[in-house]
């Protein structure tokens, strides 16, 4: 799936935190992989009040 960080804020959790489960170790790996802007995405998140979490790895 293409990760497009205009959609849905709660699907676009939901992928995130699925990547950062099973395929990635850290968010600066997934943003690298995947070619997307780590802070845009943590902005995009950030508006409903979603915060990476690193010891997790996860948005919260």
Known sequence: M?????MDPNI???VINTKLRNDYDSLPTLAKEE???MDE?????????????PDSNQFK
């Open 35 to 37: 070619n997307i802007n």
């Open 2 to 6: 293409t990760i497009n960080l205009n």
């Open 41 to 53: 995405l943590k902005e995009a998140l950030k508006k409903n009040n979603f915060f990476y979490d």
């Open 12 to 14: 676009l959790l939901s």
